[in-house]
């Protein structure tokens, strides 16, 4: 069991955030953090696949072309 657990202020650390953000996904359980008696760890993993779900990709910009015609 390899696994590294970090603490909320590190994962706000990793997602940019503050401490407020990863504590709401927390209390609103959705990512799955582990009780160490009154603190709260969450896994590695599962901060890497909360991003990679949560991740836009770009899509290719189209020409600049309006939608609309030039009027005859």
């Known amino acids: 069991?390899?696994?590294?657990?970090?603490?909320?202020?590190?994962?706000?650390?990793?997602?940019g955030t503050t401490v407020r953000f990863p504590r709401r996904l927390v209390a609103e359980r959705r990512i799955?953090?582990?009780k160490v008696g009154t603190h709260v760890r969450i896994a590695?993993?599962?901060?890497r696949e909360y991003i990679a779900a949560n991740t836009v990709d770009?899509?290719?910009a189209k020409?600049?072309?309006s939608r609309y015609r030039r009027a005859a």
């Open 1 to 15: 069991m390899n696994e590294r657990y970090l603490s909320v202020d590190q994962v706000a650390e990793i997602l």
């Open 44 to 47: 590695e993993s599962v901060v």
């Open 58 to 60: 770009a899509v290719r």
């Open 63 to 65: 020409s600049r072309r």
């Open 32 to 34: 799955p953090y582990v």
